[in-house]
């Protein structure tokens, strides 16, 4: 329920900012509310909002009829919780670069693409009963680096998208053996799929950076 009003008080921020002006706009910052799932074994949802966040780049391609392409860089939560007696939630903060083209319709607005995530921070939390434990590395082994994706996302107001994305590689890494008693730690898949709300915080009236080829 907190994450719901979250979620309604910054769609709210977003689209008044948006109001505010006359012309297009473009975002400066956007931030993204994940709702994931993962088919790994005994997942369930997981919900992210913080730290997820884009710096967009905008380019329209050529003079006549110009192409639209969104790149940047993410700053990405993401992560999967599997239970079974005991809980385990894992996540990773991630830098990402995506590259999005728009598709060639009027309405609705669709862009598709593909993202390339690097992991850097790992956290394990374990969780039983009153029990909690918690690990935190730096570029961990138990997780794949490189992590790429395809999205696609659609308008549904100004300053608010809808956006799916789907991991293709691995989250665990199941070469992984845990260095005690040389036991693999992960087997199976562990792709992670989801849905967010991507609401722009800043706008400009300048159009998008102009390629000319």
């Not at 997942?43 to 940047?72: D, K, Q, V």
């Not at 590259?99 to 593909?114: E, R, S």
């Amino acid at each position: 329920m907190k994450s719901f009003f979250t979620l309604m008080l910054v769609y709210f921020f977003s689209t008044s900012v948006y109001s505010q002006n006359e012309q297009e706009g473009t975002s400066l910052l956007n931030a993204e509310f994940i709702f994931s799932h993962s088919n790994y074994e005994n997942g369930i949802l997981r919900f992210s909002a913080f730290p997820n966040i884009n710096f967009p780049i905008n380019l329209l391609i050529g003079r006549n009829n110009p192409y639209w392409i969104e790149t940047g860089i993410n700053i990405r939560n993401k992560g999967i919780i599997y239970k079974d007696s005991i809980t385990y939630k894992n996540r990773t903060i991630s830098l990402g670069v995506p590259i999005k083209f728009h598709l060639p319709f009027k309405k609705p607005t669709i862009f598709v693409g593909a993202e390339l995530d690097y992991a850097l921070f790992f956290k394990n939390k374990i969780i039983n009963n009153a029990d909690k434990q918690k690990e935190t590395d730096f570029l961990s082994k138990k997780i794949n680096p490189f992590q790429p994706g395809i999205t696609a996302e659609i308008l549904l107001t100004k300053g608010m998208r809808l956006k799916a994305s789907y991991y293709i590689t691995n989250f665990f890494n199941n070469n992984y053996s845990d260095p005690v008693n040389n036991i693999k730690q992960y087997s199976g898949p562990s792709n992670i799929f989801y849905l967010s709300f991507v609401t722009g915080i800043y706008v400009v009236t300048t159009r998008p950076t102009i390629i000319r080829l």
